[in-house]
């Protein structure tokens, strides 16, 4: 049987009836010529030959693959979907939801974890630095910085593990000269990086080696195409124009191909400069030469044959050498000793880099769970409402298998069914997939961290949407099928059977009570997410959060000398202050919750201090305007100059845990500074209560504020001046005004602005899309499970309306009735919330991380879920048994 | 195919056999179905009766496998008629089959009537 006969197959048979035909005329002959009649000849012949079309038959199925089986199948499962347009739109709606939930938080844990870079050979890339957790002092900048500039180039020297390796960070550029900032995405690269990565220019050329030579006066960059695209418009003249970059003028050498946004997962570039660049751009920092400052994340390709335990073993190896030459002179002798005991180790990075797997790598599998269920949940409703109906079709699987189908051929004829559903539902699943997983990026991309990734499907997501629907139809399809086959057809033939046990309906009973288990775990799932946002966003902070604008002024072009800049600050806050609309207005380091931190350690009577403390800079009546209360001593006035005594304002944990004393006024400790110089000094003149520093999740600990006059060396990490404006007006009116006062001041000057409570808001980004999410698949389930308790309960109340009429008519009165059934419903619930109960005690612990001050066991949550899901399911009960409570006997009864 | 008078015998025998019979018969010669059909009744002196029916589908299967080739051509009363001739794989299968069934043949006899010492 070949694949031409199939094609073929009318033709084939047109022969085969031509050629009996001609076998039944030469033996009509034949008969004739022995002397029979033509009449009788002719039915002897037909006689002797057997069935006709029989033996047509026969060839012509001899000539049919399988596949004709199965799309007759098809086309009988799309009729029957057709006729029953209600069941139809149900099933592929609740799939389509389902299966686009699922796909569309797959989608984003497939970009976030499993997709590879679009660059050449991704898995030979591995990431070179200290392994997790690695405790460093110093400086840092930027989003993931591992290393210094010193000890990358000490690796670039040393290394032999690597064919290429080159060094990268983001930073954020200001394409304006003056005014209000306008920030853009930018990548520190050496000259090896695109090399490496084996990344050409789409137009230009790419940096090279020669573009990152140290002390480089103008350097080239590269832009990406996106923003070549949207600045540029996609000019193609655009090679060799300048672009001013912090103030800086830069030549523009290439732009970089569409597909290519760096080795960053979820995050994307707009120019790529050589770190040669650095000192242009920050010219009091020292970036290159400083060897505590951590601003380098390093990454190679591993030489052809080496594996990357090799590249590790290779990396500590070199180590000691590495971090002997780098060591930082100003480092305690403790620093440095851990520092000398560092060892490089390598990490793969063909999947790219990433923060986003720490945060978001636990949330999305929990929310992938969490989607599944509810798509479980989904398809037993599914197959209670196909085993409802494979029921109704009784006589016709009977029939059919009276007249001779197998078993398997009707099984495989009902599987199709549900493949057919599954199919459609996977197919508008997929669509819904894009909206929603556009939407989630969406939700986790805040103004200050754009998020970018790449939705396009893969084999990966296409693969998974696939298997989806297979598994689907198994959990839906198959098993509904064996058993509208498994019984006899005897027994199916007859009309109406009566008397049915409860155990007809076991399996639609314990689907039901599966589903209830199921959403119960959600529910409870949802509780605790939904606790834990409220009890972050209802945490006080200990400050004020709302009408406080944040304006950030960028004073690198402003040439101000260091040592005018304490001066500068205060006219500049000053003149701030005196803006109508503007109540108060104070200039801060570290503004609170933002994530920048600045910690030392603190001495106290010559006890270095185990616990960190934490350090802020803030001018007078800071306190005041954030509504952080003094409980003791004074707020920093004019008295605090760089002329008298060094003092500092601490918080109650301070006071408590570094100075043990609930005195701390005029008490006195030192900051640890590194070796060479002696630790400076300060005298507590007031104590304030605890608040938040840099996270809402972090609890409270010790905190030491400076008076900003008392600044004597701006320290080259903060490179701006934050001023927090009180203010009952909405920031919207404020900025223009900042703007001009700003102007005014010194027009190099870069203005940005952001809210307090906007900033503290997107730090809860995590908790907000655990809790909406959670909340809303826990609020589907359980309106699914409802749904199906209502769909079985309706469903045994129709099959027992016999007994109901013959208990009525017995004597039994509606409460009777309606209590019969409620019991029945009541014991089906009751398993569910048990068995679900059980389920999500184990299934909490697993989000146990991501929780705030709510525990994963916490029994109040599982009470107040049980109570919730078990009202509106008996509820969802009670209305078929109030049904069945009014019928009227003799009709019951009259249903044979 | 049945022997007069005697209950058909059912089993892959059956089929195997009619194939071998019709590999045999081709190879003296081209035949159409009907001819085939006839050959056999009459050269087993019609103690094999082909079921006519059970033919087609038997030449079917054989011009599937390539072991004969059709084609059309007159037949002796000048009807149109379906030609089969055996192909050299069929020869092959011809004496492959035939050496195979008088395997078969000596094993049962040698149940039925044991070589007596």
Known sequence: MSLTRFLRRKHWDDERAREIEAHLAIETDENIARGMDPDEARHAARRKLGNATLVREEIFHMNTFIVDAFWRDLKYGARLLWLNPGF???????????????????????????????????????????????????????????????????????????????????????????????????????????????????????????DDIRGCASPGVVLSYPFWQREYGGDGSVVGRTIRLDGHPFEIVGVAPASFFGVEMGRTFDVAVPICAEPL????????????????????????????????????????????????????????????????????????????????????????????????????????????????????????????????????????????????????????????????????????????????????????????????????????????????????????????????????????????????????????????????????????????????????????????????????????AGLPGIETAASVYIVPTSGSAWNDRVVVQGVVQKTLTFDNRVSPGFFKMLGIPLVAGRDFDERDTTAGPMVAIVNESFAGKILDTKEPIGRTFQILVGPGEPNPTYQVVGVVKDTKYDDLHTPVGPIVYFPMAQE???????????????????????????????????????????????????????????????????????????????????????????????????????????????????????AGLAAGAVLSLAASRTAATLLFGVKPGDPATLAIAAVGLGVVALLASYVPAARASHLEPTIALREE | MSKRGNQPIHGELLQGTLDLLVLKTLALGPAHGHTIAHAIEHRSDEVLQVEHGSLYPALHRLEDRRWIASFWGTSENNRRARYYRLTPMGRKQLVHQTSRWEAIVRAINSILRPATD
Not at chain 1, 549 to 556: G, T
Not at chain 1, 733 to 749: F, G, I, K, Y
Not at chain 1, 773 to 793: D, R
Request: aromatic share 8%; glycine share 8%.
């Open chain 1, 712 to 830: 004597t060396d701006p320290p080259a990490f903060l490179r701006s001046i934050s001023v927090l404006l009180g203010s009952s007006l909405p920031p919207a009116d404020l900025t223009a005004q900042v703007l001009a006062a700003a102007r005014e001041v010194n027009p190099s000057m870069l203005v940005s602005f952001r809210t307090l409570d906007q900033t503290i808001h997107d730090s809860l980004l995590r908790e907000r899309l655990m809790a909406t999410l959670s909340g809303f698949f826990g609020a589907l389930a359980a309106l699914l499970a409802t749904i199906g308790l209502y769909g079985v309960m309706s469903y045994m109340v129709a099959r027992r309306r016999n007994e109901i009429g013959i208990r009525m008519a017995l004597g039994a009165d509606r409460a009777d009735v309606v209590r019969m059934i409620m019991r029945d419903a009541t014991v089906l619930l009751g």
């Open chain 1, 88 to 210: 139809a739109i149900v099933a592929t709606l609740s799939l389509a939801l389902g299966i686009g939930a699922n796909t569309a938080i797959f989608q984003l844990l497939d970009a976030v974890q499993f997709r590879t870079l679009p660059v050449k050979s991704p898995q030979e890339l591995v990431e070179v630095r200290l392994p997790e957790r690695t405790p460093r002092t110093g400086s840092f900048t930027g989003r993931r910085v591992m290393l210094t500039n010193p000890t990358w180039e000490q690796i670039r020297a040393n290394q032999q593990a690597f064919s290429g390796i080159f060094a990268w960070n983001v930073w954020t550029f200001d394409l304006s000269s003056g005014g209000e900032s306008r920030l853009t995405q930018g990548l520190w690269v050496s000259g090896e990086f695109f090399n490496v990565l084996g990344v050409s220019a789409m137009l230009g050329r790419v940096l090279t080696p020669q």
């Open chain 1, 281 to 576: 751009v920050e010219p009091t920092r020292n970036a290159i030469d400083t060897r505590h400052h951590w601003w380098l994340d390093v990454i190679g390709r591993l030489r052809p044959g080496w594996t990357i335990e090799r590249a590790r073993a290779h990396l500590a190896a070199i180590s000691p050498g590495i971090f002997q030459a780098t060591l930082p002179p100003i480092y305690t002798v403790e620093d440095a000793k851990s520092y000398l005991a560092y060892r490089l180790t390598a990490y793969p990075a063909g999947t790219g880099v990433t923060n986003l797997r720490d945060q978001y790598e636990r949330p999305l599998w929990i929310l992938l769970s969490v989607a599944g269920l509810v798509l479980l949940i989904a398809c037993a409703n599914i197959a209670n409402l196909m085993l409802a109906r494979a029921s109704a079709r009784e006589r016709e699987i009977a029939v059919r298998l009276a007249i001779g189908a197998s078993r398997g051929r009707v099984v495989r004829q009902l599987t199709v069914e549900s493949l057919l559903i599954a199919a459609i539902g996977a197919g508008l699943g997929a669509l819904l997939a894009r909206s929603l997983s556009r939407f989630l990026v969406a939700f986790i991309s805040t103004d200050a961290d754009r998020l970018f990734f790449d939705l396009a499907a893969d084999w990966r997501v296409m693969a998974f949407t696939c298997a989806l629907a297979v598994a689907t139809t198994i959990v839906f399809g198959l098993a509904p099928a064996m058993r509208a086959t498994r019984d006899g057809t005897a027994a199916a033939m007859k009309a109406g059977g009566r008397g049915m046990t409860n155990a007809r309906f076991g399996l639609r009973r314990t689907l039901v009570a599966a589903q209830v288990a199921l959403s119960l775990v959600l529910i409870v799932g949802a509780l605790l997410f939904v606790r834990t946002l409220r009890n972050l966003a209802t945490l006080d902070p200990g400050f004020r959060q709302e009408g406080v604008l944040v304006a950030n002024f960028d004073v690198r072009n402003a040439r101000v000398p260091p040592a005018r800049q304490v001066a500068f600050d205060r006219e500049l806050r000053e003149r701030l």
